[in-house]
């Protein structure tokens, strides 16, 4: 996760700073000093959990989402009012995207379960309800009882919602997965459908 997360991170230093009214890396910074603490409070594995802990990751992942959303109506805007250049439009809409992509799976991830800590560790929200079920949790024959979902699960799972607009092996259950899997859905299909044909046309 924590790789995932500073490649999007650097993606964003990279991007131009007229998208939005605030520098690139203006992001990453904050970005990175948020995520500090977390760091700092489960450096090797997630097997520890605080109010305050708790109260952050869902912060930080939220937040990345927002930042993400931002960008995406800056893309829109710019090719409303004809400001939009074709190979930057370009360039961005796919960096966006992309962070997009881990944006969302960093929030399913975040809270599926009760969190990362909690499907761990036993005896942590054990209460918390269940967002999504993987084909893995089927009970079939030859699966893990055992298994658990890490990261890169939650990751596929975005990028599929972000490609299909549907879900695919991985079923959300609850109305918030159902309603977050709609919005990157929705986002996804603006800058699919709308952003990258707009952008094309502009270089014809």
Do not use: C
């Amino acid at each position: 996760m924590l790789v995932t997360v500073l490649v999007a991170f650097a993606v964003y230093a990279m991007l131009p700073d007229p998208l939005v009214r605030l520098p690139s890396w203006l992001v990453t910074v904050v970005g990175v000093l948020a995520l500090l603490p977390l760091v700092l409070y489960n450096p090797t594995r997630l097997d520890r959990e605080s109010a305050w802990s708790r109260r952050l990751s869902i912060l930080f992942a939220v937040g990345f989402v927002v930042v993400s959303q931002v960008h995406i109506v800056a893309i829109v805007v710019q090719l409303v009012d004809g400001s939009a250049d074709g190979p930057t439009t370009l360039l961005v809409a796919f960096a966006v995207w992309l962070t997009n992509v881990v944006a969302f799976g960093l929030v399913f991830w975040e809270l599926d379960r009760g969190g990362p800590v909690a499907r761990r560790v036993e005896g942590i929200r054990d209460d918390a309800g269940q967002d999504f079920r993987f084909p893995q949790q089927d009970g079939s024959p030859g699966m893990d009882p055992a298994w658990q979902p890490v990261f890169f699960d939650y990751l596929f799972f975005s990028l599929s919602s972000m490609m299909a607009f549907s879900p695919t092996d991985v079923m959300p259950l609850t109305l918030r997965a159902k309603a977050l899997m709609a919005f990157e859905s929705l986002t996804g299909f603006v800058l699919l459908a709308l952003v990258i044909s707009r952008g094309v046309n502009i270089l014809g």
